[in-house]
């Protein structure tokens, strides 16, 4: 199993930029594809950006492409997620997940294939 831990979350206005980290413990966090979902208020959690375990392969939801970027240090259990050109409607809880179902090259770009999440972190755009 891997525990997860977010931090980085906060208020920014519409424009500006916000880097959250999740940090990861337990065994083999290297061997897990990372993904951030979030939940916006009165909408269904979606997974917006996702890495495959060897860091070569990544998946960007459509709403975030272009502005958010994710990346991992396998080094220091920590995955992170750059946001850029916040919009209000990116306010959001933000969850890191895990998942443990594919090999080194494997992103899964369905939220359900992630089992493991931590608690998330409050993402508020003002604009």
């Known amino acids: 199993q891997v525990q997860l831990v977010e931090s980085g979350g906060g208020s920014v206005q519409a424009g500006g930029s916000l880097r959250l980290s999740c940090a990861a413990s337990g065994r083999a966090f290297s061997r897990y594809a990372m993904g951030w979902i979030r939940q916006s208020p009165g909408k269904e959690r979606e997974l917006i950006a996702a890495?495959?375990?060897?860091?070569?392969?990544?998946y960007y939801a459509e709403a975030v492409k272009g502005r958010f970027t994710i990346s991992r240090d396998n080094a220091k259990n920590t995955v992170f997620l750059q946001m850029s050109s916040l919009k209000s409607e990116d306010t959001a809880v933000y969850y890191c997940?895990?998942?443990?179902?594919?090999?080194?090259?494997?992103?899964?770009?369905?939220?359900?294939?992630?089992?493991?999440w931590g608690q998330g972190t409050q993402v508020t755009v003002s604009s």
């Open positions: 997940a895990a998942s443990s179902l594919g090999g080194s090259d494997w992103v899964g770009e369905k939220m359900t294939e992630y089992n493991f």
């Open positions: 890495m495959s375990w060897n860091g070569f392969r990544s």
